[in-house]
């Protein structure tokens, strides 16, 4: 069966950085749209960047110019480059791959704080 896992997360500091991974098995991530969202405690799950098979991407507001979504296709990965990170970015980070059905990894939680 399909099985998305995610990597990466921790806790850091106001302006650190972090690179989130997820590794799929049993699927070819460059024939899917891929995305990555997070969900904060009481707080529905919300799409933060996405790239899709062809290759576009796509942000929120709140990460253009600080997050960077990309995959490698070898690798069958999906990474999340996350900079100058903000205590609002803290959430557990998901990533999902979307084509007739959509499969979810279980999720990373990231923390920014002092």
């Known amino acids: 069966q399909v099985q998305l896992v995610e990597s990466g997360g921790g806790l850091v500091q106001p302006g650190g950085s972090l690179r989130l991974s997820c590794i799929g098995s049993?699927?070819?991530?460059?024939?899917?749209?891929m995305g990555w969202y997070h969900q904060a405690p009481g707080k529905q799950r919300e799409l933060v960047a996405s790239?899709?098979?062809?290759?576009?991407?796509n942000y929120v507001d709140s990460v253009k110019g600080r997050f960077t979504i990309s995959r490698d296709g070898t690798k069958n990965t999906l990474y999340l480059q996350m900079n100058s990170l903000k205590p609002e970015d803290t959430a557990v980070y998901f990533c999902?791959?979307?084509?007739?059905?959509?499969?979810w990894g279980q999720g990373t939680q990231v923390t920014v704080s002092s």
């Open positions: 790239i899709t098979s062809g290759g576009s991407t």
């Open positions: 999902k791959a979307s084509k007739l059905y959509d499969y």
């Open positions: 049993r699927i070819m991530f460059s024939i899917y749209d």
